[in-house]
């Protein structure tokens, strides 16, 4: 059975970091790229990170850059990824999913698996 499951989400003040994490399992997921994705209340589900499977490309949206940070472990039947989010500010509350895709992408309709979301909320 496929399995992604995100913990480690929470409420911080402005300023403050979280760390995600997402255990996949199930399947072959080391050659998987691993994404994050959130959806804020009333917005489209957005890209926010992705890495691929070994590890040696990491993309990022503009609004993230320089201070989320996507890692990986891949463990023999469990791969984690890890989203190390710092310096938060209000706009990043949403529900954060993360999900397995083929390849590197950005583009949501290209991920076949989905975790179920965990909820990070920025106070100003």
């Known amino acids: 059975q496929v399995q992604l499951v995100e913990t480690g989400g929470g409420m911080v003040q402005a300023g403050d970091s979280l760390r995600l994490s997402c255990a996949a399992s199930?399947?072959?997921?080391?050659?998987?790229?691993m994404g994050w994705f959130r959806q804020a209340p009333g917005k489209e589900r957005e890209f926010v990170a992705v890495?691929?499977?070994?590890?040696?490309?990491?993309?990022?949206a503009e609004s993230v850059k320089g201070r989320f940070t996507i890692s990986r472990d891949n463990a023999k039947n469990t791969v984690s990824s890890i989203l190390q989010m710092n310096s938060l500010i209000p706009e990043d509350t949403a529900v954060y999913y993360c999900?397995?895709?083929?390849?590197?992408?950005?583009?949501?309709?290209?991920?076949?698996?989905w975790g179920q979301g965990t909820q990070v909320t920025v106070s100003s």
């Open positions: 890495i691929s499977g070994n590890g040696n490309i990491a993309w990022y």
């Open positions: 999900a397995a895709a083929p390849g590197v992408t950005r583009m949501k309709s290209a991920y076949d698996y």
């Open positions: 199930g399947r072959a997921f080391s050659t998987y790229a």
